[in-house]
């Protein structure tokens, strides 16, 4: 019942924006913490930015800390990641997930998960 669809992903220069979205249906959307995670080939999914139902509870990985900003719009059940700086290291998919326990950063502990968009920063 509950989907999540990411979208907003492409092909940017390094040093370019992206701002990437996910849309929740089938549940109430304000109930949930939603995370952004992302996995680059050959290596594992890393966490990369969570906020929580109110938007006062936000964290973020150290390495787009400063770059990257996670919001949401309960009105719309839809989640953000504005992407600025952009690094060729960025380069991933990127998933956005939900959970309704208060995870942030455990993938593990995710309930739902969208079909991954693909984000590549060229040098």
């Known amino acids: 019942q509950v989907q999540l669809v990411e979208s907003g992903g492409g092909l940017v220069q390094a040093g370019g924006s992206l701002r990437l979205s996910c849309v929740v249906s089938g549940r109430t959307f304000s109930s949930y913490v939603m995370g952004w995670f992302r996995q680059a080939p050959g290596k594992e999914r890393e966490f990369v930015a969570a906020i929580n139902w109110s938007g006062g509870r936000i964290h973020y990985a150290d390495s787009v800390k400063g770059r990257f900003t996670i919001s949401r719009d309960n009105a719309k059940n839809t989640v953000y990641l504005q992407m600025n700086s952009l690094k060729p290291e960025d380069t991933a998919v990127y998933y956005c997930?939900?959970?309704?326990?208060?995870?942030?950063?455990?993938?593990?502990?995710?309930?739902?998960w969208g079909q991954g968009t693909q984000v590549t920063v060229s040098s």
């Open positions: 997930a939900a959970n309704d326990f208060g995870y942030y950063y455990r993938a593990d502990k995710y309930d739902y």
